[in-house]
């Protein structure tokens, strides 16, 4: 039977080979490559015509100043120039994300803000009740030199002179600060900042010394806890005599001072939620009831 094998001894490019012919030779011979043309577009240099820019606005200079004092809103300084102050007094616009009217009493997602003191603000979560503290960091110092510049929008402010920010200003949450415990909770503590007794926030206490994890739980570590309060329970070990246990030293309201941080990881025990845990610098444990 005569196959069209494309090439061969009598092939030639796509005549019929018969299966009587010499064995074919390599499929691709008589074959031949054609570079077909593509037309494309162009464009001749020599017929673009040069843009003229037009000025659309004003331009806004940036100058140097030295802040004289810092408010919520605004910044008393005065100009930097040639490398010396000025006598000028004038005032200037704090960052819009950093301003006190933005934010104090606003609500954005799921957050309410309130600003507790200058610096400092309060959020508060209005799912679940959790409460963050944070402060502007750094802080705006009397004789720092920033850069402002003038806006064309004024958004609610007197002085169309704004703060760049160009010394990275932003709220950070508190760390490390000092308070005073006001109340004692199964795993929490209600507690006030040493400088403002007027605010209260809770504050988880440290792991082992939270009710929740423990109490009537099954054994752990061959040990089961019964609690009879926030600071008094009952350990039992199978072959050993019950030991009944309080926490030494014990919280003293309205005198003893714990330090707080705030941490990444929200505690949650029953509807109450808190980014804020006692550190136990003051080695807290549970020891035997003398």
Known sequence: MAIDKGGGARGEGGKLADSVDA??????????????????????????????LTQAVATLETDQYIIIAAGVDFLFVTPYIGGEAQDTLLQVSIPNSLRKSFWDGKTVGDWVYSFSSYGTRIKVNSINGAVIEEYLAPAYEAGEIIFCARSNTADGNISLTVDH????????????????????????????PIEDDSVVYQVAKPHELRRSPW????????????????????????????????????????????LVAQSVTPLATGSEVTYLQDLNAGGRAWALVP
């Open 23 to 52: 064995a074919t030779y390599n499929l691709v011979d008589n074959r031949v490559l054609v570079d077909y043309s593509i037309n494309k577009l162009t464009t001749d240099q020599s017929l673009i015509s040069p843009l003229d």
């Open 165 to 192: 920010n160009d010394g990275g200003r932003s709220w950070r949450p508190f760390t490390d600060r000092r308070m005073i415990v006001e109340a004692v909770g199964d795993d929490l503590l209600l507690c006030s």
């Open 215 to 258: 109490d009537n739980v099954g054994t752990i570590g061959g040990v089961s806890y019964v609690y009879s309060g926030s600071e008094n329970r009952t350990a039992s070990q199978s072959g050993e005599d019950d030991e009944d246990q309080l926490v030494i030293p014990p919280y003293i309201l309205g005198q003893t001072e714990i």
